[in-house]
């Protein structure tokens, strides 16, 4: 078997500490399983802008181009959010995405049993909660042109662009029916197609690719319903796709679905070449450097990239499995613990599932 090379991006702010952790974990599992994963560190965000000036430097697009996977761990920060545009890590986040094709993100909310009451909804809306956010990522509003800003006789005018071709509405939709034709075959459809041009040619699509998965039910949902919708009873959504903006905000509203943000992981697909993975939070710069940030997110997303990336779903499910355990017996960092709980620190947390996995590995 050959040596799968991983691209590791930790980034700004807790990225370092969480991605530690994540890393780690593979590290482990090449250590117990026999396999061979070569990580080759490169900078994005902020860090980048410092050391490079830049926040995407060529030589990060070609890693990551030449790696099997990209682990990324967050970007951005208050010391560079006074930039322009160009400097700013955000736009190191969002050049990746677009150079590598990463147009799907799938953000998958999962309840753990034991974490149901850490979340500020109540049990009996959580319990047995299973969604699939699939989130456009390569178009609509981030990415729309024309954009900027500029001075009138009126006062400075500014203007961003909800774009999307019919084409790449047409592949994010044909994934989710894939997706949901996997699952529970409901696929929810959200969307602003009473107001927005880009939304009613969404819908019109739907429809369409609905003919090939006439197994899959489909149902369209309007933005600002789905968002009550989420924290009303979450239970009704299977597969929920949606554009890219939208998608951003309703999965870190979901994210408390599983009782904190440090929670959720993401896969960032496209149709080939490499897929990224991240948690979905930010750098957390509120916290930053404190080893308190929690790295479940991050180590779940090493999970889908056993799964998606690395065709390693048995060690997938252990790496599931462990962070599972570790919740169940109680270990909780501080977004996760109550008022007077104790909490474990990142590297705790990482050493705790570090040694369950040792035994799901085996
Ligand atoms: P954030 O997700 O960084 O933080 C929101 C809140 O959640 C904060 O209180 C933070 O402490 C907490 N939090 C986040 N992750 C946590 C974790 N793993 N453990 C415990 N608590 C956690 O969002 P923000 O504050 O709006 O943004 C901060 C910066 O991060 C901004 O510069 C933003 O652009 C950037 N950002 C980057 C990404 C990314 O790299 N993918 C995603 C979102 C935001
Ligand atoms: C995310 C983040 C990014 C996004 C930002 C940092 C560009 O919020 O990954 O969810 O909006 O996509
Ligand atoms: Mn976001």
Redesign the pocket.
Known sequence: EGVKRIAVLP?D???PE?TREAVRVLELIAEVRGHRFDLVYGKI?GIAVDEEGTPLPDETVRLCRESDAVL???????KW?KGPTHLR??TG?LGIRKAIGLYANLRPITVFPSLIHASTLKPDVLAGVDILILRELTGGLYFGQPRGRRQTADGVEVVDTLQYSEHEIRRILRLGFELARARRKRLVSVDKANVLESSRLWREIAEEVARDYPDVELVHMLVDNAAMQLVRNPRQFDVLVTENMFGDILS?EAAMITG???MLPSASLGSEGPGLY??????????AGQN????L?TILSVALMLRHSLGMEDEARAVEAAVRAVLDAGHR???LAGPGEPALTTAEMGDKVRAALRACLS
Do not use: C, F
């Open positions: 980034g702010g807790i990225g969480i965000g990324l761990g967050a970007v951005g920060g208050p959010d890590p955000e986040l870190d904190s943000i440090g991240e948690p979905i939070h930010g750098s957390a710069p509120d916290i308190v940030a929690n790295p997110a960092t501080r977004d």
